[in-house]
Protein backbone atom coordinates (compact mmCIF):
# COMPACT_ATOMS: atom_id res chain seq x y z
CA UNK A 1 0.00 0.00 0.00
CA UNK A 2 1.26 3.39 -0.67
CA UNK A 3 2.04 5.64 2.13
CA UNK A 4 -0.19 7.62 4.40
CA UNK A 5 -0.37 11.50 4.52
CA UNK A 6 -3.12 13.25 6.98
CA UNK A 7 -4.51 16.12 5.85
CA UNK A 8 -5.79 18.87 8.40
CA UNK A 9 -7.57 21.94 7.03
CA UNK A 10 -8.03 24.73 9.57
CA UNK A 11 -11.39 26.86 9.72
CA UNK A 12 -10.04 29.41 7.04
CA UNK A 13 -8.78 26.67 4.84
CA UNK A 14 -12.83 25.38 4.41
CA UNK A 15 -14.36 29.01 5.40
CA UNK A 16 -16.56 29.23 2.65
CA UNK A 17 -18.26 26.57 0.09
CA UNK A 18 -15.86 27.82 -2.60
CA UNK A 19 -13.09 27.38 -0.15
CA UNK A 20 -14.48 23.65 0.76
CA UNK A 21 -14.28 23.64 -3.05
CA UNK A 22 -10.31 24.36 -3.60
CA UNK A 23 -9.89 21.62 -0.19
CA UNK A 24 -11.61 19.09 -2.27
CA UNK A 25 -9.40 20.21 -5.36
CA UNK A 26 -5.65 19.69 -2.67
CA UNK A 27 -7.07 16.12 -1.60
CA UNK A 28 -8.13 15.26 -5.17
CA UNK A 29 -4.29 16.13 -6.33
CA UNK A 30 -3.28 14.08 -3.14
CA UNK A 31 -4.66 11.16 -3.02
CA UNK A 32 -3.39 10.58 -6.63
CA UNK A 33 -0.42 9.14 -5.36
CA UNK A 34 -1.02 8.93 -1.92
CA UNK A 35 -3.77 7.38 0.65
CA UNK A 36 -5.28 10.38 2.20
CA UNK A 37 -7.05 10.67 5.60
CA UNK A 38 -8.24 14.65 5.86
CA UNK A 39 -9.12 16.27 9.49
CA UNK A 40 -11.02 19.19 9.11
CA UNK A 41 -11.99 22.33 11.64
CA UNK A 42 -15.05 23.94 11.62
CA UNK A 43 -16.26 26.78 9.14
CA UNK A 44 -14.24 30.09 9.73
CA UNK A 45 -15.62 31.95 12.52
CA UNK A 46 -18.09 29.17 13.08
CA UNK A 47 -16.71 27.52 16.59
CA UNK A 48 -17.01 31.56 17.98
CA UNK A 49 -20.62 31.78 16.56
CA UNK A 50 -21.28 28.77 19.05
CA UNK A 51 -19.05 29.87 21.94
CA UNK A 52 -21.56 32.89 21.51
CA UNK A 53 -25.12 31.19 21.42
CA UNK A 54 -23.73 28.96 24.51
CA UNK A 55 -23.46 31.85 26.94
CA UNK A 56 -26.97 33.32 26.04
CA UNK A 57 -28.58 31.54 29.10
CA UNK A 58 -26.24 32.42 31.11
CA UNK A 59 -22.63 32.73 31.73
CA UNK A 60 -21.27 29.03 33.23
CA UNK A 61 -23.55 26.86 30.36
CA UNK A 62 -23.06 23.16 31.54
CA UNK A 63 -19.96 21.81 30.46
CA UNK A 64 -20.99 18.68 28.89
CA UNK A 65 -23.94 20.09 26.61
CA UNK A 66 -21.36 23.39 25.86
CA UNK A 67 -18.76 20.63 24.33
CA UNK A 68 -21.93 19.05 22.36
CA UNK A 69 -22.74 22.39 21.09
CA UNK A 70 -19.50 24.01 20.41
CA UNK A 71 -18.23 20.58 18.51
CA UNK A 72 -21.13 20.42 15.80
CA UNK A 73 -18.65 22.74 13.78
CA UNK A 74 -17.00 20.35 12.34
CA UNK A 75 -19.67 17.67 11.30
CA UNK A 76 -20.84 20.55 8.83
CA UNK A 77 -17.56 21.25 7.33
CA UNK A 78 -16.50 17.30 7.15
CA UNK A 79 -19.84 16.01 5.88
CA UNK A 80 -19.51 19.44 2.81
CA UNK A 81 -15.58 18.39 2.33
CA UNK A 82 -17.02 14.94 1.53
CA UNK A 83 -19.93 16.16 -0.56
CA UNK A 84 -17.65 18.44 -2.65
CA UNK A 85 -15.29 14.53 -3.17
CA UNK A 86 -17.80 13.06 -4.45
CA UNK A 87 -18.57 16.07 -7.08
CA UNK A 88 -15.27 14.91 -8.26
CA UNK A 89 -16.09 11.53 -8.39
CA UNK A 90 -13.89 10.97 -5.92
CA UNK A 91 -15.48 8.36 -3.39
CA UNK A 92 -15.00 9.90 0.48
CA UNK A 93 -17.10 9.58 3.86
CA UNK A 94 -17.48 11.89 7.04
CA UNK A 95 -16.97 10.59 10.11
CA UNK A 96 -17.77 12.42 13.61
CA UNK A 97 -15.32 11.71 16.71
CA UNK A 98 -17.99 9.08 18.12
CA UNK A 99 -17.96 6.90 14.51
CA UNK A 100 -14.14 6.10 14.94
CA UNK A 101 -14.21 5.99 18.98
CA UNK A 102 -11.68 9.10 19.11
CA UNK A 103 -11.62 8.32 23.06
CA UNK A 104 -10.70 11.25 25.59
CA UNK A 105 -10.34 12.13 28.89
CA UNK A 106 -13.42 13.28 30.53
CA UNK A 107 -12.43 16.90 31.11
CA UNK A 108 -15.33 18.38 28.98
CA UNK A 109 -13.60 21.95 26.71
CA UNK A 110 -10.07 20.24 27.44
CA UNK A 111 -9.87 17.35 26.97
CA UNK A 112 -7.02 14.68 26.45
CA UNK A 113 -6.75 12.28 23.38
CA UNK A 114 -6.75 8.50 24.83
CA UNK A 115 -7.02 6.53 22.04
CA UNK A 116 -8.66 6.27 18.25
CA UNK A 117 -10.21 3.44 15.98
CA UNK A 118 -7.33 3.08 14.06
CA UNK A 119 -8.46 0.04 12.27
CA UNK A 120 -11.72 1.93 11.74
CA UNK A 121 -10.37 4.37 9.83
CA UNK A 122 -7.58 2.02 7.79
CA UNK A 123 -10.49 0.09 6.53
CA UNK A 124 -11.76 2.79 4.53
CA UNK A 125 -8.85 4.13 3.46
CA UNK A 126 -8.59 0.11 2.19
CA UNK A 127 -11.52 1.00 0.30
CA UNK A 128 -9.92 3.02 -1.89
CA UNK A 129 -12.25 5.77 0.40
CA UNK A 130 -11.12 9.44 1.75
CA UNK A 131 -12.38 9.50 5.68
CA UNK A 132 -13.16 12.85 6.24
CA UNK A 133 -12.70 12.92 10.09
CA UNK A 134 -13.97 16.27 12.34
CA UNK A 135 -11.71 17.61 14.12
CA UNK A 136 -11.42 19.01 17.36
CA UNK A 137 -13.81 16.75 19.14
CA UNK A 138 -14.02 13.56 21.25
CA UNK A 139 -15.95 10.98 22.82
CA UNK A 140 -15.39 9.75 26.77
CA UNK A 141 -15.70 6.44 27.64
CA UNK A 142 -19.69 6.98 28.87
CA UNK A 143 -20.15 8.23 25.49
CA UNK A 144 -20.51 12.27 26.06
CA UNK A 145 -18.84 14.42 23.37
CA UNK A 146 -16.02 16.61 24.36
CA UNK A 147 -13.89 19.29 22.84
CA UNK A 148 -10.14 19.39 22.82
CA UNK A 149 -9.04 23.30 23.38
CA UNK A 150 -9.28 25.63 20.97
CA UNK A 151 -7.49 25.21 18.21
CA UNK A 152 -7.84 21.11 18.84
CA UNK A 153 -8.32 19.72 15.19
CA UNK A 154 -4.54 20.25 14.94
CA UNK A 155 -3.71 17.75 17.66
CA UNK A 156 -6.93 15.22 16.24
CA UNK A 157 -5.09 15.22 13.14
CA UNK A 158 -1.33 14.10 14.47
CA UNK A 159 -2.70 11.96 16.84
CA UNK A 160 -4.64 9.85 14.19
CA UNK A 161 -1.46 10.38 11.63
CA UNK A 162 0.68 8.87 14.98
CA UNK A 163 -1.95 5.83 14.70
CA UNK A 164 -2.33 5.40 11.51
CA UNK A 165 1.84 4.77 10.92
CA UNK A 166 1.29 8.25 8.54
CA UNK A 167 3.91 9.15 6.89
CA UNK A 168 3.71 12.56 7.67
CA UNK A 169 0.85 14.98 8.95
CA UNK A 170 0.17 18.21 6.82
CA UNK A 171 -1.46 21.19 8.36
CA UNK A 172 -2.49 23.13 6.11
CA UNK A 173 -3.69 26.93 7.02
CA UNK A 174 -4.34 30.48 6.39
CA UNK A 175 -0.02 31.35 6.09
CA UNK A 176 2.57 30.27 3.95
CA UNK A 177 4.00 27.97 6.73
CA UNK A 178 5.51 28.89 10.41
CA UNK A 179 7.21 32.58 10.34
CA UNK A 180 9.62 34.10 12.78
CA UNK A 181 6.88 35.96 14.13
CA UNK A 182 3.03 36.10 14.06
CA UNK A 183 3.17 37.44 9.97
CA UNK A 184 -0.20 39.26 10.44
CA UNK A 185 1.51 41.71 13.49
CA UNK A 186 5.16 41.96 12.03
CA UNK A 187 4.66 42.31 8.32
CA UNK A 188 8.52 41.75 7.76
CA UNK A 189 8.20 37.93 9.61
CA UNK A 190 10.15 35.73 7.82
CA UNK A 191 8.77 32.21 6.98
CA UNK A 192 11.25 28.95 8.11
CA UNK A 193 11.47 26.21 5.89
CA UNK A 194 12.43 24.30 9.06
CA UNK A 195 12.34 23.96 12.97
CA UNK A 196 13.33 21.81 15.32
CA UNK A 197 10.51 20.21 17.17
CA UNK A 198 12.12 21.66 20.94
CA UNK A 199 11.91 25.20 19.33
CA UNK A 200 8.44 24.44 17.63
CA UNK A 201 7.28 22.88 21.36
CA UNK A 202 8.52 26.51 23.21
CA UNK A 203 6.77 28.89 20.09
CA UNK A 204 3.30 26.71 20.80
CA UNK A 205 4.00 26.51 24.48
CA UNK A 206 3.80 30.24 24.67
CA UNK A 207 1.31 31.27 22.04
CA UNK A 208 2.10 30.75 18.62
CA UNK A 209 -1.51 29.92 17.88
CA UNK A 210 -0.12 28.37 14.26
CA UNK A 211 -0.10 24.55 15.65
CA UNK A 212 -1.99 23.58 19.03
CA UNK A 213 0.81 22.95 21.68
CA UNK A 214 -0.59 19.10 22.19
CA UNK A 215 -0.13 18.36 18.86
CA UNK A 216 3.47 19.55 18.68
CA UNK A 217 3.41 16.86 22.17
CA UNK A 218 2.14 14.42 20.29
CA UNK A 219 4.21 14.54 17.65
CA UNK A 220 7.33 14.94 19.66
CA UNK A 221 6.22 11.87 21.54
CA UNK A 222 5.10 9.68 18.20
CA UNK A 223 7.87 10.80 16.29
CA UNK A 224 5.34 11.96 13.47
CA UNK A 225 7.08 14.41 10.70
CA UNK A 226 4.58 17.95 10.94
CA UNK A 227 4.73 20.11 7.81
CA UNK A 228 2.53 23.53 8.02
CA UNK A 229 1.57 24.86 4.72
CA UNK A 230 -0.81 27.18 3.40
CA UNK A 231 -4.22 26.30 1.51
CA UNK A 232 -4.22 29.44 -0.17
CA UNK A 233 -0.64 29.47 -2.18
CA UNK A 234 1.66 26.74 -3.26
CA UNK A 235 4.68 26.06 -1.37
CA UNK A 236 6.77 23.88 0.55
CA UNK A 237 5.85 25.13 4.14
CA UNK A 238 7.56 24.67 7.02
CA UNK A 239 8.88 21.25 8.03
CA UNK A 240 8.93 20.49 12.28
CA UNK A 241 12.08 18.79 11.93
CA UNK A 242 12.38 15.62 14.34
CA UNK A 243 16.02 14.87 14.10
CA UNK A 244 18.99 16.90 15.45
CA UNK A 245 20.38 19.73 12.72
CA UNK A 246 23.28 19.17 11.03
CA UNK A 247 23.65 23.07 10.35
CA UNK A 248 24.52 25.62 13.16
CA UNK A 249 21.28 26.20 15.08
CA UNK A 250 19.51 29.53 14.87
CA UNK A 251 20.43 31.70 17.79
CA UNK A 252 17.26 33.13 17.89
CA UNK A 253 14.19 31.40 15.93
CA UNK A 254 11.41 33.05 16.90
CA UNK A 255 9.15 35.54 18.59
CA UNK A 256 5.80 34.12 20.41
CA UNK A 257 3.53 36.23 22.41
CA UNK A 258 0.25 35.29 24.11
CA UNK A 259 -2.45 37.89 25.33
CA UNK A 260 -5.04 37.05 27.42
CA UNK A 261 -3.08 36.33 30.04
CA UNK A 262 -3.77 37.30 33.90
CA UNK A 263 -0.91 37.75 37.03
CA UNK A 264 -2.01 36.91 40.45
CA UNK A 265 0.01 37.88 43.48
CA UNK A 266 -0.09 36.92 46.37
CA UNK A 267 1.53 39.53 48.37
CA UNK A 268 3.43 39.25 51.85
CA UNK A 269 3.08 35.22 51.87
CA UNK A 270 5.08 33.42 54.55
CA UNK A 271 8.37 31.99 53.30
CA UNK A 272 7.55 28.70 54.92
CA UNK A 273 8.04 25.31 53.26
CA UNK A 274 4.73 23.61 51.64
CA UNK A 275 3.21 27.62 50.70
CA UNK A 276 4.02 27.15 47.31
CA UNK A 277 2.76 23.73 46.90
CA UNK A 278 -0.50 24.93 48.92
CA UNK A 279 -1.35 27.74 46.09
CA UNK A 280 -0.50 25.77 42.90
CA UNK A 281 -1.79 21.90 44.27
CA UNK A 282 -5.65 22.62 44.09
CA UNK A 283 -4.96 25.02 40.69
CA UNK A 284 -3.36 22.03 38.87
CA UNK A 285 -5.93 19.99 40.43
CA UNK A 286 -8.51 21.94 38.96
CA UNK A 287 -6.63 21.19 35.60
CA UNK A 288 -5.26 24.93 35.56
CA UNK A 289 -2.36 25.02 33.28
CA UNK A 290 0.12 27.82 35.46
CA UNK A 291 2.80 29.17 33.22
CA UNK A 292 4.90 32.28 34.99
CA UNK A 293 5.95 31.44 38.54
CA UNK A 294 8.25 33.65 40.87
CA UNK A 295 8.85 34.04 44.49
CA UNK A 296 10.64 36.69 45.73
CA UNK A 297 13.49 36.60 48.31
CA UNK A 298 11.60 37.23 51.84
CA UNK A 299 11.87 39.93 54.17
CA UNK A 300 10.80 39.47 57.41
CA UNK A 301 10.06 36.19 56.45
CA UNK A 302 7.42 37.26 54.00
CA UNK A 303 7.51 37.34 50.30
CA UNK A 304 5.38 37.90 46.87
CA UNK A 305 4.22 34.66 45.14
CA UNK A 306 3.04 35.86 41.61
CA UNK A 307 2.07 33.16 38.53
CA UNK A 308 -0.30 33.57 35.11
CA UNK A 309 -2.56 31.66 34.01
CA UNK A 310 -5.12 31.95 30.89
CA UNK A 311 -7.76 35.00 31.34
CA UNK A 312 -10.20 31.79 31.04
CA UNK A 313 -9.63 30.57 34.15
CA UNK A 314 -9.53 33.82 36.48
CA UNK A 315 -12.64 33.23 38.14
CA UNK A 316 -12.02 29.58 39.13
CA UNK A 317 -8.65 30.64 40.12
CA UNK A 318 -9.66 33.76 42.10
CA UNK A 319 -12.35 30.84 43.82
CA UNK A 320 -9.32 28.71 44.78
CA UNK A 321 -7.10 31.75 46.21
CA UNK A 322 -10.36 32.48 48.78
CA UNK A 323 -10.73 29.09 49.66
CA UNK A 324 -7.00 28.48 50.41
CA UNK A 325 -6.92 31.81 52.43
CA UNK A 326 -7.50 30.48 55.62
CA UNK A 327 -4.62 27.79 54.89
CA UNK A 328 -2.05 30.37 53.75
CA UNK A 329 -1.85 33.50 55.10
CA UNK A 330 -1.13 36.79 52.89
CA UNK A 331 -1.49 40.14 53.29
CA UNK A 332 -2.84 41.26 49.89
CA UNK A 333 -4.12 39.17 46.12
CA UNK A 334 -3.23 41.58 43.75
CA UNK A 335 -4.85 40.00 40.00
CA UNK A 336 -3.72 42.21 36.98
CA UNK A 337 -5.63 41.00 33.76
CA UNK A 338 -3.94 43.48 31.00
CA UNK A 339 -0.25 41.61 31.00
CA UNK A 340 1.07 39.38 28.01
CA UNK A 341 3.87 37.33 27.84
CA UNK A 342 6.75 37.73 25.11
CA UNK A 343 8.64 35.31 24.67
CA UNK A 344 12.29 34.78 22.38
CA UNK A 345 13.21 31.22 21.24
CA UNK A 346 15.88 29.46 19.68
CA UNK A 347 18.33 26.22 20.05
CA UNK A 348 20.95 28.71 19.85
CA UNK A 349 20.72 30.22 22.83
CA UNK A 350 22.05 27.05 25.13
CA UNK A 351 25.92 27.97 23.77
CA UNK A 352 25.66 31.42 23.51
CA UNK A 353 25.26 34.25 25.84
CA UNK A 354 24.02 37.49 25.39
CA UNK A 355 20.45 37.35 23.95
CA UNK A 356 18.73 38.20 27.52
CA UNK A 357 20.89 41.48 28.00
CA UNK A 358 20.35 42.37 23.82
CA UNK A 359 16.58 41.81 24.27
CA UNK A 360 16.50 44.03 27.91
CA UNK A 361 18.60 46.72 25.92
CA UNK A 362 16.02 46.73 23.50
CA UNK A 363 13.07 47.08 24.94
CA UNK A 364 13.85 49.87 27.18
CA UNK A 365 15.16 52.08 24.61
CA UNK A 366 11.56 51.11 23.18
CA UNK A 367 10.19 52.13 26.72
CA UNK A 368 8.92 48.68 27.21
CA UNK A 369 8.68 47.97 30.57
CA UNK A 370 9.60 44.34 31.70
CA UNK A 371 7.46 43.49 35.08
CA UNK A 372 8.62 39.62 35.17
CA UNK A 373 11.22 37.64 33.16
CA UNK A 374 11.33 33.67 32.78
CA UNK A 375 13.82 31.48 31.26
CA UNK A 376 14.59 28.07 30.05
CA UNK A 377 17.43 26.75 28.07
CA UNK A 378 16.27 27.83 24.91
CA UNK A 379 13.45 30.79 25.71
CA UNK A 380 13.32 33.90 27.55
CA UNK A 381 9.79 35.06 28.58
CA UNK A 382 8.93 38.47 29.72
CA UNK A 383 5.65 39.97 31.11
CA UNK A 384 4.86 42.97 29.93
CA UNK A 385 1.83 45.11 29.86
CA UNK A 386 -0.66 43.99 26.92
CA UNK A 387 -1.04 47.15 24.98
CA UNK A 388 3.01 47.00 24.00
CA UNK A 389 3.07 43.93 22.65
CA UNK A 390 2.92 44.93 19.40
CA UNK A 391 5.60 46.80 19.92
CA UNK A 392 7.90 45.12 21.66
CA UNK A 393 7.25 42.08 19.21
CA UNK A 394 8.76 44.06 16.60
CA UNK A 395 11.40 45.53 18.23
CA UNK A 396 12.58 42.52 19.46
CA UNK A 397 12.37 41.00 15.63
CA UNK A 398 14.54 43.82 14.39
CA UNK A 399 16.82 43.56 17.39
CA UNK A 400 17.68 39.81 15.96
CA UNK A 401 17.42 40.29 12.73
CA UNK A 402 14.95 37.94 12.02
CA UNK A 403 13.67 39.37 8.57
CA UNK A 404 17.26 38.83 7.12
P1 LIG B 1 -6.24 27.48 11.34
O1 LIG B 1 -7.64 28.01 11.35
O2 LIG B 1 -5.78 27.09 9.98
O3 LIG B 1 -6.02 26.43 12.37
P2 LIG B 1 -5.01 29.43 13.10
O4 LIG B 1 -5.63 30.78 13.06
O5 LIG B 1 -5.31 28.54 14.23
O6 LIG B 1 -5.32 28.72 11.69
O7 LIG B 1 -3.41 29.54 12.98
C1 LIG B 1 -2.82 30.27 11.91
C2 LIG B 1 -2.46 31.66 12.40
O8 LIG B 1 -1.44 31.58 13.38
C3 LIG B 1 -1.87 32.56 11.34
O9 LIG B 1 -2.87 33.17 10.56
C4 LIG B 1 -1.06 33.55 12.16
O10 LIG B 1 -1.79 34.75 12.37
C5 LIG B 1 -0.89 32.86 13.52
N1 LIG B 1 0.51 32.75 13.93
C6 LIG B 1 1.00 33.07 15.16
N2 LIG B 1 2.31 32.88 15.22
C7 LIG B 1 2.70 32.41 14.01
C8 LIG B 1 3.96 32.02 13.47
N3 LIG B 1 5.10 32.06 14.18
N4 LIG B 1 3.98 31.59 12.19
C9 LIG B 1 2.85 31.53 11.45
N5 LIG B 1 1.64 31.90 11.92
C10 LIG B 1 1.55 32.33 13.18
N1 LIG C 1 -12.94 24.78 15.43
C1 LIG C 1 -12.11 24.74 16.62
C2 LIG C 1 -11.65 26.15 16.98
O1 LIG C 1 -12.05 27.11 16.34
C3 LIG C 1 -10.93 23.81 16.47
C4 LIG C 1 -9.92 24.20 15.42
O2 LIG C 1 -10.19 25.03 14.57
O3 LIG C 1 -8.82 23.63 15.45
O4 LIG C 1 -10.94 26.32 17.94
MG1 LIG D 1 -5.63 26.49 14.44
Avoid: W
Avoid at 237 to 257: D, K, P, Y
Amino acid sequence: MSEIIVQKFGGTSVGSVERIGIVANIVAEASKSKKIIVVVSAMGGETNKLVKLANHFGENPDKREFDALVSTGETVSSALLAMALHSKGIKAKSYSASQISMRTTDSFSKAKILDVDADKILKVVDDNTIPIITGFQGITEGGDITTLGRGGSDTTAVAIAAQVGAKRCDIYTDVDGIFTTDPKVVSNAKKLDSITMEEMLELAGQGAKVVQTRAVEFANKFDVPVRVLSSFNDGSGTLISLGEENMENALVSGIAFQKDQVKFTLHGVGDIPGTAFKILGPISEADIEVDVIVQNVSVDGKTDFTFTVSSDEQATVQNIIESIKKDVNFRELIIDSSIAKVSIVGAGMRSQAGVASAAFRALSENDVNIQIICTSEIKITMVIDESLVEKAVQVLHDEFNLDE
